[in-house]
């Protein structure tokens, strides 16, 4: 009687670790309304769902439990929840964006060769100028618009619906949030943020997993994915990146700038901007905050950093999911 109460034990704590189940509900802020086909996602993996026609969702948070939970929907901006609960039913209010919906009605007039030459400036800034962005396409084209002679210094792009990518460099079916995006013409530097849901691996067989595979590793490489990666496992001069700081020169070790806490949790801690040498391409890091909280997968808090330099020339056409595996 003794070991069937253990194995009773022991089995129902597997099936508590093994899934780790969220529910919640989505509404509208205003009108306290559900939303239904909402999205519930990590951003930057695979895994999420959708809200039912209650505004209701449940998701297995098992393997991403300690990070962000973005929710999105067509309308509304994206909204982050920052710590996820077990026990309570989440509930998310989303705020309606009236203001871009207005411009997006407002720019359907403006003429076609405006709207191509704004087009070409937000895949160039968006997706990229790599030999990946070659086979990298937005299949709703239709649902961008632009602010057009709206202040002539700052191109700003809005979305009506979520911006739909097939990848056919890495492989994969994309789906962005795009909460924002301005291009400064003067400066011809560009701010976007959003969020993206990997949807599909198009990798069906084993000779387009091997060419996929390729050019997977190939964007990998040096990216700032891998950067995290090697920080995490105090790999970074076996994987060949060089830290220094960038005023001083001097080298930087891991003990200089990795803290972790009693949880296990890890964080990169410098006051001053780090220069990165990867086989001579050199990137930059600038802080906004003090700490930036990183994970074993490559995933790292974007918002305290700011990027310059080579790894800051990757766009969506070279970023790839937290579920990527390297082939090192």
Not at 210 to 234: D, I, P, V
Not at 266 to 282: A, E, G, P
Request: hydrophobic content about 35%.
């Amino acid at each position: 009687m003794k070991l069937f109460f253990l194995c009773f034990l022991i089995l129902n704590f597997s099936i508590i670790s093994w899934a780790q189940q969220i529910r919640g509900l989505v509404l509208d802020k205003e009108t306290n309304a559900p939303i239904d086909y909402a999205s519930v996602f990590f951003d930057g993996t695979f895994v999420g769902t959708t809200t039912d026609e209650k505004g209701g969702f449940e998701l297995d948070v098992s393997k991403y439990g300690s990070r962000p939970l973005t929710v999105s929907a067509v309308g509304y901006y994206s909204l982050t929840i920052l710590e996820l609960s077990l026990e309570e039913n989440i509930q998310v209010e989303l705020t309606p964006k009236v203001f871009e919906l207005e411009e997006v009605v407002v720019s359907t007039k403006s003429l076609v060769r405006k709207k191509r030459a704004c087009m070409r400036i937000f895949r160039n800034e968006f997706i990229g100028l790599t030999s990946n962005a070659r086979k990298c396409y937005i299949l709703n084209e239709e649902d961008i618009s632009f602010n057009y002679d709206h202040d002539q210094d700052t191109l700003r792009a809005y979305a009506s619906k979520p911006i739909l990518i097939r990848n056919l460099s890495l492989g994969y079916d994309i789906t962005y949030h795009l909460d924002r995006f301005e291009y400064d013409r003067r400066t011809q530097t560009t701010l976007y943020t959003g969020s993206i849901i990997f949807n599909r691996d198009l990798a069906e067989d084993e000779e387009s997993m091997q060419r996929y595979e390729r050019r997977r590793a190939y964007a990998f490489t040096g990216s700032s994915k891998h950067f995290f990666r090697a920080l995490w496992n105090n790999s970074l001069e076996s994987e060949g990146f060089i830290l220094t700081n960038y005023r001083t020169e001097q080298n930087l070790q891991y003990e200089d700038i990795v803290s972790e806490n009693i949880q296990g949790r890890k964080f990169l801690i410098y006051n001053q901007d780090i220069k990165i040498d990867y086989y001579s391409d050199f990137s930059y890091i600038s802080f906004r905050e003090f700490q930036v909280n990183f994970e074993q997968d490559g995933y790292f808090e974007p918002l305290p950093i700011i990027w310059t330099g080579k790894m800051s020339e990757q766009r969506i056409a070279d970023f790839l999911p937290f579920e990527y595996l390297s082939p090192r």
